[in-house]
């Protein structure tokens, strides 16, 4: 069985401010702007700069530029992120990396346009119960 249904659609910017929530619910929404980045593979993600991907990324989702970072050390030497998921592929050696939040959404190369919420993009992170999201 198939339904028709209809619904009236409003589409417009909100100028300065590419995120803002909407409806009783408060669903966080963003202007369909042009993400930064084309096709990304493992190998992209391994060299890219997060650096200068979450300012490109800000500019696009607005919000808060976080660091997640590995506060452990082993003498003296900072430990780093740990494997990193990509689909069915693992990035290894980040010592840092940098995202942009917006609510409880993060967005990067690894997540896309669509974000992801914060629990489920610490997962992504094999070692994620001892490191920082700030």
């Not at 339904?3 to 590419?18: I, P, Q, R, S, T």
Request: with cysteine; glycine share 8%.
């Amino acid at each position: 069985m198939v339904y028709l249904l209809l619904f009236k659609v409003f589409n417009f910017e909100v100028e300065d401010n590419n995120n803002y929530y909407v409806s009783e619910k408060g669903i966080l929404v963003h202007n369909n702007c042009e993400w930064p980045f084309g096709k990304v593979t493992a190998k992209v993600l391994q060299n890219a700069s997060c650096d200068a991907d979450a300012l490109a990324i800000q500019k696009v989702v607005g919000g808060d530029i976080m660091t997640v970072s590995n506060p452990m050390t082993v003498n003296g030497r900072a430990l780093g992120l740990g494997p990193v998921k990509y689909g069915e592929e693992t990035i290894g050696k980040w010592f840092y990396h940098k995202a942009v939040r917006v609510g409880d959404t993060v967005f990067d190369r690894l997540t896309g346009p669509s974000g992801m919420h914060i629990n489920d993009y610490k997962k992504l992170f094999e070692y994620a119960d001892d490191l920082i999201f700030k």
